[in-house]
């Protein structure tokens, strides 16, 4: 059997976007790692299916898995593009979707851009998870290469958000799977190096959780942004500017966090064998 795929990006950080609503697809972990492979598969960093969804009001379940097969709850670059799919879809200028992490709520905003509701902000350390009670405004238990104290925050996937006074000087390849396996991290974490460059702007660089250095993450720049503003370093509305470009993020009064930023497709093709 073969399927139709949207090879799409948010900024860089890409993906192979299968719609499976009427044709159940659950891929092995093995089956999302080769698809994934730059090498030998069409490479992505993570793979998203667009399932079914009996949640009322819900286009749809997008499912969302890492370059290492794993499924996890979050991924905002990837929601810019499946809200956008939806919304191409439906002729509509809104449109909500369920992830494992919730619902979320995208909807059309300036020069082709989209704006999704990306839900809370998790604060408390049961919720990102950590291993065990910590101030997540600096997880003082987290420390390697000279890098210690992180902000930690959930967006339905867990974030270490580092402060540093120059992100191109940190060596993200060297350090990054360790910090990702950190043990206080049950759930392993995505590990981000920030530089605040003004209250309205922040310069970050990504490790991802399962997919490594990416050039952008919407749900990690969600986190930094809800970091700064818990340590006081930006106002509630700031850019951050990433590898790939720059995302829009505010973290409202009533705590849901509201990223903007663009989509684009790159191509299309068919998948086969054993799907
Ligand atoms: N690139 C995604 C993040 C994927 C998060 C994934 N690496 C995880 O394990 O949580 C984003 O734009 O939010």
């Not at 952008?216 to 790939?244: M, N």
């Amino acid at each position: 059997m073969t399927r139709e795929f949207l090879k799409m990006h948010g900024l860089g950080n890409d993906f192979v976007v299968i719609d499976a609503r009427n044709t159940p697809y659950q891929p092995s972990e093995a089956e999302v790692r080769a698809i994934a492979n730059r090498r030998t598969g069409v490479g992505c960093d993570q793979f998203i299916v667009l399932e079914p969804s009996d949640a009322p009001g819900a286009s749809g379940f997008m499912r969302i898995r890492n370059a290492d097969g794993g499924e996890v709850g979050a991924c905002g670059n990837a929601s810019r593009c499946v809200g956008w799919l939806l919304m191409e879809e439906s002729g509509g200028d809104r449109v909500t979707f369920q992830t494992a992490a919730g619902l979320l709520h995208a909807s059309r905003a300036d020069n082709g851009r989209i704006t999704v509701d990306m839900g809370p902000a998790r604060l408390d350390w049961s919720e990102v998870p950590l291993a065990g009670p910590a101030d997540t405004l600096r997880v003082e238990a987290v420390a390697h290469a000279g890098y210690a104290g992180p902000v930690a925050v959930s967006m339905g996937n867990p974030h270490a958000v580092f402060f540093v006074d120059d992100v191109d000087a940190v060596p993200l390849d060297d350090i990054g799977a360790a910090l990702e396996h950190h043990p206080f991290f049950p759930e392993r974490a995505n590990i981000e190096f920030a530089q605040i460059l003004s209250p309205t702007s922040i310069r970050m660089r990504v490790w991802e959780r399962g997919a490594g250095i990416t050039q952008a993450c919407g749900s990690g720049s969600c986190a930094t942004q809800v970091a700064a503003v818990r340590r006081g370093l930006t106002e509630r509305k700031a850019d951050v500017i990433l590898d790939g470009g720059t995302l829009t993020i505010e973290w409202t009064e009533d705590n849901r966090v509201l990223m903007t930023g663009p989509v684009a497709v790159s191509f299309s093709g068919r998948l086969s064998a054993g799907l």
